[in-house]
């Protein structure tokens, strides 16, 4: 099945212990992406990447760092979480984007920085 | 002034209603995203438009790219449509293809 998993799907942890939120998608997608959800904010975007090696920031990227080693994995890392960070967040994919293609969204992973 | 302005904020139905959701947009787009975000946070993509008209099942998304506006409809709405509904837009080729999206239309339906 298609698909993009993220793990874990909730996760508690206390502020400065360095997390890492794994992304992995499927279907030979480029494109990558890490979105965080907040009420009244919206979606916005943290990280995304085109392809291999090849990462760049969003709207809110302070606090993240990203790597793209191989194509089916995009983790999102937390060096130093803050209580800001609690947040819903959802990575996704798409074929490329250069052309428009759909994107598939991971479950989500809700964070809570205590 | 956001980029993406989605309405209504909350949409309550009676089952079997008509629905109407709208999303107007102030920047240049390549294409058009309606999603779904069911309670207990999953999104799921229904439609992607750059012109006219799409409908899948129940669900047709409509999109005036002179005007600036797309609607959702959903026709012979059931409780299991209640969802978040996301309108989001992009604008690819020689960027990086940045989704921005607008706040969500909150849609129960009750029996």
């Known amino acids: 099945e298609a698909q993009v998993t993220q793990n874990p799907r909730y996760l508690i942890t206390v502020t400065g212990k360095k997390l890492t939120v794994t992304c992995s998608q499927n279907?030979?997608?480029?494109?990558m992406s890490w979105y965080r959800q907040d009420p009244g904010l919206g979606l916005r975007q943290i990280y995304y990447s085109m392809n291999v090696e090849v990462t760049d920031k969003g709207d809110v990227p302070e606090g993240y760092k990203v790597s793209r080693k191989e194509k089916r994995n995009f983790p999102l890392i937390l060096e130093s979480p803050s209580p800001n960070q609690t947040s819903l967040y959802f990575c996704?994919?798409?074929?490329?984007?250069?052309?428009?293609?759909?994107?598939?969204f991971g479950s989500g992973t809700r964070l809570t920085v205590v | 002034k956001n980029e993406v302005e989605q309405s209504p904020q909350n949409l309550t139905a009676q089952e079997g209603e008509f629905i109407t959701i709208n999303c107007s947009y102030s920047?240049?787009?390549?294409?058009l995203h309606w999603l779904q975000q069911h309670p207990g946070g999953g999104i799921v993509s229904l439609f992607m438009?750059?012109?006219g008209k799409k409908k899948h099942g129940r669900l047709i998304a409509t999109i005036n790219i002179q005007e600036k506006h797309s609607s959702l409809h959903i026709t012979a709405s059931h409780p299991r449509d209640s969802a978040v509904y996301i309108c989001a837009v992009e604008n690819y080729g020689g960027s990086q293809g940045n989704l921005i999206f607008g706040k969500g239309t909150k849609l129960s339906v009750k029996p």
């Open positions: 438009l750059s012109s």
């Open positions: 996704a994919s798409s074929l490329s984007n250069i052309k428009p293609y759909g994107y598939t």
């Open positions: 279907m030979n997608h480029e494109y």
């Open positions: 920047v240049g787009i390549s294409a």
